[in-house]
């Protein structure tokens, strides 16, 4: 899915916010006067942990914060390894779900392992297995 962004709009709420009263930007992370300064609209979730981005986004999901002051430490010390955890997590994940095409005897067959090595495997209670002689029956007719 593709990275949602901050409309026009959006941006010019989230900068009235964090406007004060003499017209003055302040940093919404720290306070710091950020006027004429490099800042950035910051998605509060960053927006690689956000599954569903069906959603149009709204001044609530984020902030504006100064480049220098927040925004860089928040995004490359808190954001960048919280992302690359969750894509772990994820691969994790995946690679231990359940078997589509498990193995005979395996665990997730419904075979259980014994202690001893050999494998306890399911069978069928209501029709046990008739034994059979691997030589024809000897023929009376002489
Ligand atoms: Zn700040």
């Known amino acids: 899915m593709t990275r949602r962004e901050f409309s026009k709009p959006v941006k010019g709420e989230m900068l009235r916010r964090a406007s004060d009263a003499k017209g003055r930007i302040r940093c919404e992370g720290c306070g710091l006067d950020v006027t004429g300064k490099a800042i950035e609209f910051d998605h509060t979730i960053p927006e690689a942990l956000v599954l569903d981005k069906s959603r149009a986004l709204t001044a609530a999901d984020g902030r504006l ?19 690359a955890r969750a894509k772990r997590l994820e691969q994790t994940r995946v690679a231990r779900a359940p078997s589509r095409n498990p193995l005979p005897g395996s665990k997730a067959s419904g075979g259980k392992r014994k202690m001893n090595g050999t494998v306890e495997r399911r069978t069928c209670p209501a029709a046990p297995l008739s034994e059979r002689s691997i030589y024809p029956a000897p023929s009376r007719a002489r």
């Open 65 to 83: 914060l100064g480049k220098a002051c927040c925004h860089d430490p928040k995004t490359h010390k808190h954001d960048v390894p919280g992302i």
